[in-house]
């Protein structure tokens, strides 16, 4: 049995190298290198006037928004999601997401039929330096 509780888990920090509001917390709970088969998660949170920075995933998401209100862009259409909201992100759309509220939002993020994930950001993020995110690359201790 594979257990994670999103409230002890430590999550670290990414910067725009360019835009100083590209800012985030996250982690990678449950990925292949943690033993799952056939998804992947990430859990991330933005603080007010924040956004997570537009990707693309190799993989359909499903985002549910945990806590506060995000305003979550898929390609050309934009809609708010609060607290209880989930969004479908279709396989390598182009989408981002930002902290339209007075709160931290907190953000988990499912992948559905892979267990490794290939995000590519516009831009890159410190302090990677790179704008690619592949979660083969975690060790099953991260």
């Known amino acids: 049995m594979i257990t994670v509780n999103i409230n002890e888990i430590e999550l670290n920090e990414f910067i ?7 800012h ?3 982690t990678f709970p449950l990925i292949g290198a943690h033993g799952s088969k056939q998804l992947a998660t990430v859990y991330f ?4 006037g924040d956004n997570l920075g537009k990707h693309t995933d190799s993989a ?3 985002l549910i928004v945990l806590e506060g209100k ?8 934009t809609r708010t999601a609060k607290s209880g909201g989930l969004v479908l992100v279709p396989e390598m759309a182009p989408h981002d997401l930002k902290n339209t509220g007075t709160n931290t939002a907190k953000i988990l993020g499912v992948f559905g039929g892979a267990n ?5 950001f516009d831009k890159a993020m410190l302090p990677t330096e790179s704008n690619i995110v592949d979660t ?3 060790l099953a201790d991260n």
């Not at 995000?70 to 259409?77: A, D, F, L, P, Y």
């Not at 490794?116 to 590519?120: R, S």
């Open 16 to 22: 725009g190298k360019e835009d100083k509001n590209q």
């Open 24 to 26: 985030c917390k996250a």
């Open 45 to 48: 949170e933005l603080e007010p």
């Open 60 to 62: 359909e998401e499903l």
């Open 70 to 77: 995000v305003e979550v862009t898929i390609g050309s259409e």
């Open 116 to 120: 490794n994930i290939v995000a590519t």
């Open 136 to 138: 083969s690359l975690f």
